[in-house]
């Protein structure tokens, strides 16, 4: 069964830090891309960060770029978001997706709650 | 960025009767339009992608179509199961996938 799985989420003060891990099986993680997207309380969903297959090409959202760092080791099976310069807009269910089909994102992790807070 | 519009925001349809999504997208998106089901506390699952073609498992009352740059997502007869929130994706720009706002399915 292929599955993912999410942890690291949290309550942390606004310009804090968070370290998000996504463990995957079920499959061969170097041969996917794979992605984060995350869901503010009774939002919808908003793609926050890609990265290939080798982790060799990475892409951020707009509203992310330069707090947020993706990677990933396959070796361990695991994908990551280093989150830094913590904001209350960033509280959120994060989830990370595995991309097929060229673009759709199947299965997706049951998400790690994060929230900003004071 | 592509804008994806869903419409309705919220649907009632009986149980047993037919359900009508739409999707608009801001721009063409060729066929590189998937669609989600998201019930809550769980994550979303994929349902159609490439605008028609039906994810592994997902039962065959669930049909996607497009034409330019209107898709629809169409569930034939609603079980109670289908009631949630559904979302279409957009990913013909990659990587700058985008969603639409969802449209939640109630029970009538």
């Known amino acids: 069964e292929v599955k993912l799985v999410e942890s690291g989420g949290g309550l942390v003060q606004p310009g804090g830090s968070l370290r998000l891990s996504c463990a995957t099986s079920?499959?061969?993680?170097?041969?996917?891309?794979m992605r984060w997207v995350r869901q503010a309380p009774g939002k919808g969903l908003e793609w926050i960060s890609y990265?290939?297959?080798?982790?060799?090409?990475?892409y951020y959202a707009d509203s992310v770029k330069g707090r947020f760092t993706i990677s990933r080791d396959n070796a361990k099976n695991s994908l990551y978001l280093q989150m830094n310069s913590l904001r209350a807009e960033d509280t959120a269910a994060y989830y990370c997706a595995r991309e097929v089909y060229n673009g759709g994102f199947d299965p997706w992790g049951l998400g790690t709650l994060v929230t900003v807070s004071s | 960025e592509i804008v994806m519009t869903q419409s309705p925001a919220t649907l009632s349809v009986s149980l047993g009767e037919r359900a009508t999504l739409s999707c608009r997208a801001s721009q063409s998106v060729s066929y590189n339009l998937a669609w989600y089901q998201q019930k809550p506390g769980q994550a979303p699952r994929l349902l159609i992608h490439g605008a028609s073609t039906r994810a592994p498992g997902i039962p065959d009352r669930f049909s996607g179509s497009w034409s330019g740059t209107e898709f629809t997502l169409t569930i034939s007869s609603l079980q109670s199961e289908d009631f949630a929130v559904y979302y279409c994706q957009q990913y013909n720009t990659w990587p700058m996938y985008t969603f639409g706002q969802g449209t939640k399915l109630e029970i009538k």
């Open positions: 990265i290939s297959s080798s982790g060799s090409t990475i």
């Open positions: 079920g499959f061969t993680l170097s041969s996917y891309e």
